[in-house]
T-cell receptor, first 115, second 115 residues
Framework: DTGVSQDPRHKITKRGQNVTFRCDPISEHNRLYWYRQTLGQGPEFLTYFQNEAQLEKSRLLSDRFSAERPKGSFSTLEIQRTEQGDSAMYLC?????????????FGPGTRLTVT | AQSVTQLDSQVPVFEEAPVELRCNYSSSVSVYLFWYVQYPNQGLQLLLKYLSGSTLVESINGFEAEFNKSQTSFHLRKPSVHISDTAEYFCAVHILTGGGNKLTFGTGTQLKVEL
């Protein structure tokens, strides 16, 4: 068990560009979550997958954001036409099957800076 | 809407002194409660959790938290802090009914341990 991994760790992009982040969850976890954390705030929920199905999306997830988990393993989060307000830490988490407490295990995050 | 309040944004404390980090939540239904710790430039690590049973839960590094249903609180305490405890601490709730599968986080408390 190597934990949740995210790639890249840092991304600097110019406004208007598209970016894509990847998350690899803990292998036996079937639930995967994306959160966004801005300076001085706690993480805010963006979206959640159970296996390959995207079951829940926050209102924070505008139509410029899209997330996928095509084979129920890794996930990608894409932001199109980035804006300066998208600058944040994007966190991925995974959790084991239902009944084991709903604790979520977080990756190190991808820090996005939009210039 | 459910919310989590961490009233103290920063808590300075001298090494070996006791500390309490406060967390209150608002929910009319049952919850699971968590404390996460975030060291500089790292992701969130699960510190401890309350799911059911004994209202006092402990972590392996000396922290403890007590669930108080009547006061809707889950304060984090440590009787004697170490310099290595310097980090940001987040309280989070999982709403068991109607809250989806997300965690709702507080805004965090920066614990700064000084010599």
């Amino acid at each position: 068990d190597t934990g949740v991994s995210q790639d890249p760790r840092h991304k600097i992009t110019k406004r208007g560009q598209n970016v894509t982040f990847r998350c690899d969850p803990i292998s036996e976890h079937n639930r995967l979550y994306w959160y966004r954390q801005t300076l001085g705030q706690g993480p805010e929920f963006l979206t959640y997958f159970q296996n390959e199905a995207q079951l829940e999306k926050s209102r924070l997830l505008s139509d410029r954001f899209s997330a996928e988990r095509p084979k129920g393993s890794f996930s990608t989060l894409e932001i199109q036409r980035t804006e300066q307000g998208d600058s944040a830490m994007y966190l991925c988490a995974s959790s084991p099957v239902e009944g084991r407490g709903y604790e979520q295990y977080f990756g190190p995050g991808t820090r996005l800076t939009v210039t | 809407a459910q919310s989590v309040t961490q009233l103290d944004s920063q808590v300075p404390v001298f090494e070996e002194a006791p500390v309490e980090l406060r967390c209150n939540y608002s929910s009319s239904v049952s919850v699971y409660l968590f404390w996460y710790v975030q060291y500089p430039n790292q992701g969130l690590q699960l510190l401890l959790k309350y799911l059911s049973g004994s209202t006092l839960v402990e972590s392996i590094n000396g922290f403890e938290a007590e669930f108080n249903k009547s006061q809707t609180s889950f304060h984090l305490r440590k009787p004697s802090v170490h310099i290595s405890d310097t980090a940001e601490y987040f309280c989070a709730v999982h709403i068991l009914t109607g809250g989806g599968n997300k965690l709702t986080f507080g805004t965090g408390t920066q614990l700064k341990v000084e010599l």
